[in-house]
């Protein structure tokens, strides 16, 4: 079977078991939990999925954290590809949205305001004038609540979390079910859903920092990356979208063959002087909302591949640009700049404002749904 229809037989099946919301199964994350801490007097847990491939994903429900993701390199040999802490400590201290699910609205909204419905929605400047990543407590810093019940066959966690009617400024009761799962071909999903009971916007995505050479010691410049993307969102000075959808055509961020991260970041180019290297909303070529292919990374030495599927119209990818060695993750390794890339699927940034790019309002009595694959290999 190609990767691609294995991917589409995996999918199918998830959605079936993942609309159904709980089995009969009484088990829970099979690989095992343990107290991961406290946070607002809440205690919260690690939750080990593992497959018998050699992969396993370590998954906080503080924040839905993916703490380390393993994954065997050329030799066999498993190492942790995603940035992160230790421990709970470092994720309460200060992070930069390490391995957390992001929202109500990743990424940003200009002005910290948008309107809907012809009212204003005034929300929380955490990045100089602008919204970022659902604001002061948003997803990322939340405990949320672990769906017991869900036992499929392959190791998954269901988080759940009900955020109340103008929680960071969003309006409705917004409940959210993320369930990720590490299927036995080596790959993470995540799966997202959500309803709300007035009209609101929303923006799902997890921040993982991977790096899929040495857990962050060195940058990831020699990583090679496609983009199934012709083309991207100019941002201005804020990284807000101007509005434009560009071709990559002849720019430093065409990634539509394979090539190394770091070949054309220190480029002259208008765009990545303003991010001061990659930190964009590329808009993936697809027809139709179904689960295509947006990336694909290849690591020379470790021999890793990682490809990146989703149902989501756009994909940030970031190149750890605001890492300056002051964090100190796991293992003791400072994470310098260009440690580690994020490729964040999503709406494009700033949507709400922008009633030409794809719609991000969930209305009630729709369910919003989601899905990105993280699949692995080695070549
Ligand atoms: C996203 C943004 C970046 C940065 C990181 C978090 O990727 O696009 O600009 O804010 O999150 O540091």
Same mark, same amino acid.
């Given at each position: 079977m190609t990767q691609t229809a294995a991917l589409l037989g995996m999918y199918a099946a998830a959605l079936a078991l993942s609309f159904a919301g709980?089995? /009969? *199964?009484?088990? @829970?994350?099979? $690989? #095992?939990? %343990? @107290?991961? #801490?406290?946070?607002?007097? %809440? !205690?919260?847990?690690?939750?080990?999925? &593992?497959?018998? *491939? $050699?992969? !396993?994903? =370590?998954?906080?429900?503080? $924040?839905g954290i993916i703490v380390s993701l393993i994954v065997p390199d050329k030799n066999g040999k498993p190492g942790d590809i995603v940035l992160g802490y230790d421990s709970l400590a470092g994720y309460l201290r200060t992070t930069p949205y390490f391995g957390a699910i992001v929202g109500r609205y990743a990424n940003r909204i200009g002005k910290a305001r948008f309107s809907l419905n012809g009212k204003e929605y005034a929300l929380a400047a955490n990045d100089g004038t602008n919204t970022l990543h659902g604001g002061l407590k948003a997803f990322d810093k939340v405990v949320w609540t672990v769906d017991e019940t869900y036992a499929p066959a392959e190791p998954s966690l269901a988080l759940t979390y009900?955020?109340?009617d103008g929680e960071e400024g969003f309006p409705g009761t917004l409940k959210v079910r993320v369930v990720y799962t590490v299927t036995d071909s080596?790959?993470? &999903?995540?799966?997202?859903?959500?309803? @709300?009971?007035?009209?609101?916007? +929303?923006?799902?995505?997890n921040h993982s920092y991977f790096n899929l050479a040495d /857990? #962050? =010691?060195?940058?990831? +410049?020699? *990583? !090679?990356?496609?983009?199934?993307?012709?083309?991207?969102?100019?941002?201005?000075?804020?990284?807000?979208?101007? #509005? !434009?959808?560009?071709s990559v055509a002849g720019t430093p961020l065409d990634f539509r063959t394979s090539s190394q991260i770091g070949a054309r970041i220190e480029a002259k180019d208008e765009q990545l002087l303003l991010a001061r290297g990659y930190d964009h909303n590329w808009i993936i070529d697809r027809t139709g909302n179904g689960l295509v292919r947006a990336a694909r990374v290849a690591e020379p030495k470790s021999g890793r591949v990682m490809e990146v599927w989703t149902t989501e119209p756009g994909i940030q990818f970031y190149t750890g640009n605001?890492?300056?060695?002051?964090?100190?993750?796991?293992? $003791?390794?400072?994470?310098? =700049? =260009?440690a580690a890339f994020c490729l964040e699927t999503q709406h494009f940034p700033d949507s709400p404002n922008r009633p030409e790019f794809p719609t991000t309002v969930l209305n009630p009595g729709e369910t919003f749904t989601s899905t990105t694959v993280y699949s692995f290999a080695t070549q």
């Open positions: 709980c089995t /009969s *199964h009484t088990s @829970s994350a099979p $690989g #095992g939990k %343990k @107290s991961f #801490g406290t946070v607002d007097g %809440k !205690e919260v847990f690690l939750y080990t999925l &593992r497959n018998a *491939h $050699g992969m !396993e994903a =370590r998954i906080t429900n503080y $924040g009900v955020s109340k080596n790959a993470l &999903r995540i799966e997202y859903f959500a309803t @709300s009971d007035a009209p609101t916007v +929303l923006n799902l995505t /857990s #962050g =010691r060195t940058a990831v +410049l020699g *990583h !090679e990356l496609l983009l199934d993307a012709g083309r991207f969102t100019p941002i201005d000075a804020g990284l807000i979208p101007t #509005g !434009e959808m560009r605001f890492l300056d060695g002051t964090i100190t993750g796991k293992n $003791g390794v400072a994470y310098q =700049r =260009r």
